[in-house]
């Protein structure tokens, strides 16, 4: 019995460590048969990354119970860092038949904003608010790039500034794909600053004979924000004394804008002067029994001819006429003398620029009753008579306007204003310091008995030599029995014909 027990407890003693050696032998088998490599991916397992910035895959490492399997690592996967997108990168590692894989997520975003820019001033100012048209902006992305259609701009209600000035703000903004925004702003001062615009109804110039009735048919006002507006009237017409009136409309908008208009009436006696006309047909005058010279100058007042011109007149006791442009304050002295020295002043026009004054009929009356009014304004004399630039004949101004002449001349004769061409041209035209030789044998060769000669010249800064001429043909003139008048609005219209 005792050796059973001992045996058995023997036993049970080899079983009880044979059982436990077994048990660490299977659990390293397990252990072995269970477990994978491992792998490290080097920076994390996700990423982010800005679009456009490159992508450097920084790898992984394996092992497998402190066994390097660095060099048994395999790659599977690509990213596009110039899209937008999630993107996975995989890495795989065998040993023996057991295969591990890891992953790595790479997220390439887009988080830089739109570039808005507005084109012209950020702050502006307009008439009318319904009127405002957009200076303009680009909307430029990064990612998307163009993306100038998808801005919107809002306009805010008019509000009112420190200075009392009222104010609209106009947003712009602006999101790419991603949902990145820009905005902007622009300050918009809403400002009437246009005077009521004043038609005057009939006719601006008005000749009426003395002792006729003066009607006043009065002015209508429109501006531009504020619609129709009152006018008031100032001046009065004694039709029983020959002279100019001037009729003065006067209309203020609600901001105080103030626009004027004025009208002419000129009472003159029952008869007109005696003087000659020429016919309407290329200057061609049947005799009248009297040779006329008028001289006649464009382009003027400079400070450098016109002077000179105005001595040699002087000197001969001969009158002239003078065709003008616009002119400065400075040269309002020059006008004076023309008139206290017996000449016509004339209207060349406020401009001589063919593609503003022929665009209209419209734009070419108001480039002659501007000139009109400011010379009225500067000397209180009245002129009626004017030059066209290019002469009545002129087709330059068919480029702008086809027709225009014919209206414009009917226009004028409505409204009694006289235009003159000329029947002899001097030539000075043709370029500056031209030889006066040359010059006084165009005029006096162009010259007829027994007609009105109307003689083109100009009295521009450029023509130096126009003078020396003019005193020859003034000597000329009288040794052959001209005689020299400035025109006047009853006589000597030569008229070359409309063509446009
Ligand atoms: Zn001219």
């Known amino acids: 019995m005792t050796k059973n027990n001992t045996s058995k407890f ?22 072995f048969v269970l477990s994978k490599p491992g792998i490290v991916v080097n920076g994390g397992e996700s990423v982010t990354l800005e679009v456009f910035e490159p992508y450097t895959d920084e790898g992984a490492r394996a092992s497998y119970f402190g066994i390097n399997l660095n060099d048994r690592l395999t790659r599977d996967g690509h990213v596009d860092s110039e899209k937008t997108g999630t993107y996975t990168e995989k890495y795989y590692v065998r040993f023996l038949w057991k295969k591990t894989e ?56 008019i509000m009112v500034g420190e200075d009392g000035e009222n104010i609209v703000t106009a947003t712009y903004t602006v999101s790419d794909s991603a949902g990145n925004s820009a905005r902007q702003h622009r300050f918009i001062r809403v400002a009437d600053r246009t005077p009521p615009e004043i038609k005057i109804l009939g006719s601006a110039h008005i000749t009426i004979k003395k002792g006729d009735k003066y009607e006043e048919k009065g002015a209508e006002a429109t501006d531009n924000i504020d619609g129709r507006v009152d006018v008031s009237i100032e001046g ?10 001037k009729i003065t409309y006067t209309a203020e908008d609600k901001t105080g804008n103030k626009g004027k208009a004025v009208r002419f009436v000129r009472v003159r006696g029952a008869t007109a002067g005696g003087i000659p006309a020429t016919s309407d047909t290329e200057g061609e005058a049947p005799a009248q029994g009297g040779s006329y010279i008028y001289l ?6 400079s400070n450098n001819v016109t002077p000179r011109l105005l001595d040699i007149l002087k000197e001969n006791d001969v009158k002239a006429t003078f065709f003008i442009l616009n002119y400065s304050q400075e040269k309002v002295p020059l006008l004076k003398r023309m008139i206290n020295e017996g000449h016509t002043i004339a209207v060349h026009g406020y401009s001589h620029k063919y593609s503003e004054i022929y665009k209209s009929e419209g734009a070419f009356m108001n480039n002659v009753y501007k000139l009109q009014e400011k010379i009225y304004d500067d000397t209180g004399y009245v002129t009626n008579i004017i030059r066209f630039p290019g002469g009545s004949s002129n087709t330059i101004s068919k480029t702008y306007c086809p027709g225009v002449m014919t209206k414009i001349v009917k226009r004028l004769d409505d409204e009694g204003i006289v235009y003159v061409d000329w029947n002899v041209d001097s030539g000075d035209a043709n370029g500056s310091g031209i030889n006066a030789d040359k010059l006084y044998n165009n005029s006096v060769n162009g010259l007829k008995k027994g007609r009105s000669n109307i003689i083109l010249m100009h009295d521009s800064d450029a023509k130096t030599t126009t003078p020396d001429a003019v005193k020859r043909v003034i000597e000329y003139g009288k040794k052959n029995g001209y005689t020299f008048l400035p025109l006047n609005e009853s006589c000597a219209t030569a008229h070359h014909g409309i063509n446009n």
Not at 17 to 31: E, F
Not at 114 to 128: A, R, S, Y
Not at 236 to 245: A, I, S
């Open 236 to 245: 009065t017409v004694d039709t029983l004394t020959e002279g100019t009136y």
């Open 102 to 157: 890891a992953t790595k997520t790479i997220k390439v975003v887009d988080t830089v904003s739109p570039v808005l820019t507005l084109k012209g001033d950020p702050e502006i100012e307009v008439e009318d608010i319904n009127n405002f048209k957009d200076p303009g902006y680009t909307a430029k992305d990064n990612y998307d790039g163009d993306i100038t259609d998808k801005v919107k701009v809002t306009l805010s209600e």
């Open 10 to 31: 023997a036993f049970n003693k080899k079983t009880a460590a044979v059982l436990s050696v077994s048990a660490v032998i299977i659990t390293l088998v397990l252990l």
């Open 296 to 301: 006649t100058f464009d382009d003027g007042p």
